[in-house]
């Protein structure tokens, strides 16, 4: 299914950009060869030996600027600019620069340059009476599209290479906890729940260490942990797959819970918030752990529940049987939301993290951040150490293991990344963006959590901007603010996460992997939305 996402997601973002363009070069979008009125400050019996370069303030009429651009802008445009008058004085090259308070159309023409923070243009002078004429400008989207794929691919290959010594370093590591016992000691603690999720891998497998150790350290918010521990489970889990090339159930199940993303403290998002200012950054801790914990049952149910499928006649009924405790479980979840949608009484869970001052809390997760990956070393290699394993020799082969693993999902990466960046640039986010714009308004939704809800899957880069944007505009304590923040909190970047796990072991077919994910993802962000909106809405 992959493949489809993937060639879509391209098609998309090159479509939506030659449509876009062509439309914009019909519509004459950039008044091009067009010129504008312009008042120049700068005293021009000045200019007297020809050539010259002189610095001059150009400034344009809002009214004047609303009116060809179709604009809304409040202010006067004014652009710090260089002359170089060559021929004679009344005709001169200009250099205007451009800021992020600019109207978004000039910025446009500024990036369509090559550069981000100028525009070339030519100024005409005839007595008190100046005009300027923009650069030439088309296809934009087209080259936006062809900027997003370069960059894509090199971030891609940094991630990739970043990854390399993380790899080497927690591979390593697992591999000396292995050999000591201590991941199969973790796996039988939890051996009745890892069970029921994956029954048909041994609970000592390593395979079952390398999962409990990445749903934790999600758990906990230590992404540069998890990744590593989830490529070693993903190839722990390929070896015993019968059919190479094909997602097994097992790991359909396991990156379903991966693409939930379940967390204890969305410690980035906390971050965010306490960095603008927000009195109570810990309040998305509540939001973001019921949001996450409805997006990870939705997960795993909908992989339990594809993964019999199809069926063959009769085997339906016995199924319910066999899962009849999970289903209501499911059901009494459902009726306790109803109840205090109706009753008002998850209210009162907007006080549940209210005890915890604002500075205590940022140092206890400094603290637990600065705390919990030495731990664990200390704790994996201690135990190693006690139990008479030769450490070093462990760890540098568990490390040769987690560098080959990093480098073999470099073209998985680029091609997953690449696609998303042409989607973004190509302006098919937008267009998607219109489409669901009814069911947003319907389930209530703010437009402007829409972008956030809609990016999460695809780029956590480009969701952590989005949601940096929204709360420094609407502010932290918002309630736009605390719902950009628990959407951040409580789902994860599903394609990312499928393109990495599975290109590292060269997963070709994955079967309900994704439908499972993005369940998840969807179920995440409407309860998100139900339990922000009732307690702050």
Same mark, same amino acid.
């Given at each position: 299914?992959?493949?489809?996402?993937?060639?879509?997601?391209?098609?998309?973002?090159?479509?939506?950009?030659?449509?876009?363009?062509?439309?914009?070069?019909?519509?004459?979008?950039?008044?091009?060869?067009?010129?504008?009125? @312009?008042? %120049?400050?700068?005293?021009? /019996?000045?200019?007297?030996?020809?050539?010259?370069?002189?610095?001059?303030?150009?400034?344009?009429? &809002?009214?004047?600027?609303?009116?060809?651009?179709?604009?809304? !802008?409040?202010?006067?445009?004014?652009?710090?600019?260089?002359? !170089?008058?060559?021929?004679?004085? *009344?005709?001169?090259?200009?250099?205007?620069?451009?800021?992020? /308070?600019?109207?978004?159309?000039?910025?446009?023409?500024?990036?369509?340059?090559?550069?981000?923070?100028?525009?070339?243009?030519?100024?005409?002078?005839?007595?008190?009476?100046?005009?300027?004429?923009?650069?030439?400008?088309?296809?934009?989207?087209?080259?936006?599209?062809?900027?997003?794929?370069?960059?894509?691919?090199?971030?891609? %290959?940094?991630?990739?290479?970043?990854?390399?010594?993380?790899?080497?370093?927690?591979?390593?590591?697992?591999?000396?906890?292995?050999?000591?016992?201590?991941?199969?000691?973790?796996?039988?603690?939890?051996?009745?729940?890892?069970?029921?999720?994956?029954?048909?891998?041994?609970?000592?497998?390593?395979?079952?260490?390398?999962?409990?150790?990445?749903?934790?350290?999600?758990?906990?918010?230590?992404?540069?942990?998890?990744?590593?521990?989830?490529?070693?489970?993903?190839?722990?889990?390929?070896?015993?797959?019968?059919?190479?090339?094909?997602?097994? *159930?097992?790991?359909?199940?396991?990156?379903?819970?991966?693409?939930?993303?379940?967390? $204890?403290?969305?410690?980035?998002?906390?971050?965010?918030?306490?960095?603008?200012?927000?009195?109570?950054?810990?309040?998305?801790?509540?939001?973001?752990?019921?949001?996450?914990?409805?997006?990870?049952?939705?997960?795993?149910?909908?992989?339990?529940?594809?993964?019999?499928?199809?069926? &063959?006649?009769?085997?339906?009924?016995?199924?319910?049987?066999?899962?009849?405790?999970?289903?209501?479980?499911?059901?009494?979840?459902?009726?306790?939301?109803?109840?205090?949608?109706?009753?008002?009484?998850?209210?009162?869970?907007?006080?549940?993290?209210?005890?915890? *001052?604002?500075?205590?809390?940022?140092?206890?997760?400094?603290?637990?951040?600065?705390?919990?990956?030495?731990?664990?070393?200390?704790?994996?290699?201690?135990?190693?150490?006690?139990?008479? @394993?030769?450490?070093?020799?462990?760890?540098?082969?568990?490390?040769?293991?987690?560098?080959?693993?990093?480098?073999?999902?470099?073209?998985?990466?680029?091609?997953?990344?690449?696609?998303?960046?042409?989607?973004?640039?190509?302006?098919?986010?937008?267009?998607?963006?219109?489409?669901?714009?009814?069911?947003?308004?319907?389930?209530?939704?703010?437009?402007?959590?829409?972008?956030?809800?809609?990016?999460?899957?695809?780029?956590?880069?480009?969701?952590?901007?989005?949601?940096?944007?929204?709360?420094?505009?609407?502010?932290?304590?918002?309630?736009?603010?605390?719902?950009?923040?628990?959407?951040?909190?409580?789902?994860?970047? !599903?394609?990312?996460?499928?393109?990495?796990?599975?290109?590292?072991?060269?997963?070709?077919?994955?079967?309900?992997?994704?439908?499972?994910?993005?369940?998840?993802? @969807?179920?995440?962000? $409407?309860?998100?939305?139900?339990?922000?909106?009732?307690?702050?809405?």
């Amino acid at each position: 299914m992959l493949n489809y996402v993937w060639i879509g997601l391209l098609f998309l973002g090159i479509g939506a950009a030659v449509t876009t363009d062509l439309i914009d070069i019909s519509e004459n979008k950039y008044h091009n060869n067009e010129s504008i009125s @312009v008042s %120049v400050q700068e005293n021009q /019996n000045e200019i007297k030996t020809i050539p010259k370069t002189v610095k001059a303030t150009l400034t344009i009429d &809002k009214n004047l600027f609303n009116k060809i651009f179709n604009d809304s !802008t409040t202010s006067d445009i004014i652009f710090k600019s260089v002359l !170089t008058f060559e021929k004679d004085s *009344n005709e001169a090259k200009a250099v205007l620069f451009v800021n992020s /308070n600019m109207p978004e159309i000039l910025q446009s023409i500024a990036k369509a340059s090559g550069k981000d923070n100028d525009i070339n243009a030519t100024l005409y002078l005839n007595n008190n009476n100046a005009k300027i004429i923009f650069e030439r400008v088309s296809f934009i989207k087209l080259k936006n599209v062809t900027n997003a794929a370069l960059e894509y691919a090199g971030i891609a %290959v940094n991630i990739a290479l970043g990854l390399i010594g993380i790899m080497a370093l927690w591979i390593g590591i697992m591999k000396v906890a292995e050999d000591a016992g201590l991941i199969k000691s973790i796996a039988n603690l939890l051996k009745p729940l890892t069970k029921w999720l994956f029954p048909n891998i041994p609970s000592d497998h390593p395979a079952m260490g390398s999962m409990i150790m990445n749903i934790s350290a999600n758990m906990l918010g230590l992404g540069n942990a998890a990744t590593p521990f989830g490529l070693k489970a993903m190839e722990e889990l390929e070896k015993l797959n019968p059919e190479k090339g094909t997602a097994t *159930n097992a790991m359909c199940t396991f990156l379903a819970i991966n693409t939930a993303g379940i967390t $204890l403290i969305p410690v980035t998002a906390i971050a965010v918030r306490a960095a603008s200012g927000s009195s109570d950054p810990a309040i998305i801790i509540g939001t973001s752990l019921f949001a996450s914990s409805c997006a990870t049952i939705a997960g795993v149910f909908a992989a339990k529940t594809f993964e019999k499928f199809p069926m &063959k006649k009769g085997e339906f009924k016995n199924w319910i049987k066999q899962n009849s405790k999970f289903f209501s479980f499911i059901g009494l979840l459902l009726t306790t939301i109803l109840i205090f949608t109706l009753t008002g009484l998850g209210k009162s869970l907007s006080s549940a993290f209210s005890f915890i *001052n604002v500075s205590s809390f940022k140092v206890a997760i400094q603290l637990l951040s600065t705390l919990a990956i030495p731990l664990v070393i200390v704790l994996f290699l201690g135990y190693g150490l006690i139990k008479k @394993v030769k450490v070093y020799e462990q760890f540098v082969e568990g490390a040769k293991e987690g560098f080959q693993i990093a480098v073999k999902i470099i073209p998985y990466l680029v091609a997953m990344l690449v696609a998303i960046g042409i989607f973004r640039a190509g302006g098919a986010m937008d267009w998607l963006k219109f489409v669901i714009h009814p069911v947003t308004d319907f389930i209530g939704m703010p437009v402007d959590a829409l972008p956030m809800a809609l990016m999460r899957p695809l780029s956590g880069s480009g969701s952590l901007g989005i949601m940096s944007e929204v709360i420094s505009v609407h502010g932290p304590d918002s309630f736009i603010g605390i719902l950009t923040s628990t959407f951040y909190g409580s789902t994860e970047t !599903t394609f990312y996460v499928l393109a990495l796990y599975f290109g590292a072991i060269n997963i070709k077919r994955t079967r309900h992997a994704l439908p499972a994910g993005l369940i998840a993802d @969807v179920t995440g962000i $409407l309860a998100a939305v139900f339990i922000v909106r009732l307690i702050f809405g």
